[in-house]
């Protein structure tokens, strides 16, 4: 595989069973200490996101790294996070973003703005056809009122793999089906 696993990068597919802390969690569909980086700027995270052999930044990805809201960490430091469908979370229909960022919240937290940017330099075992939300602090962003990063992995020309990051809004009122796949950061 291109681009190789940094050192301290380990991603843990998980039992159906597990527990966040004694809640039971129905399903996983992965866990991943992200090491994020401390003291760089969002245009910095751009470079070394664009540094990786086949990773894509995306236009409005890019432009929210590079927003003047956008808040990184002065420290290094881990952030345990998972992934799973928004189903999984005990919504059957579609549920509105504080809705779902309240269960977020309640079972481990949003993670901090500079989580999905890391994430995508580190996780480079992400399936062809794969593609969840970061489920993150949203801030005021110039070009849209609110925004998350999205990460995903397609083929690209030539049936290569191809990761990439794109920022999408959100707003208060937005519905989100239960079968999306979200990012959320777990107690450490």
Known sequence: MTGGIAAHTRVQFVDPKAFVG???????????????RGGITGS???SLITGAEGVDVGERAAHMMRDPNFVTSPKTRTVNTACCEIG???????VT?????????????LCPMDTGPHLRHQFMEQHVGDWAFVA???????????????????????RKKKLWIEGCSVGDNGRWNPKLKVIIALPS
């Open 22 to 36: 004694s809640v039971p969690f129905p399903v996983w569909v992965w866990k991943k200490d992200v090491k994020i």
């Open 44 to 46: 910095q995270l751009v």
């Open 88 to 94: 999984d979370l005990g919504f059957s229909k579609h």
């Open 97 to 109: 973003t504080p809705e779902l960022w309240a269960k977020f919240e309640e079972i481990g937290g």
């Open 136 to 158: 993150m602090r949203v801030t005021n962003m110039s070009f849209t009122s609110r925004g998350v990063f999205i990460l995903g992995c397609s083929n690209d020309t030539g």
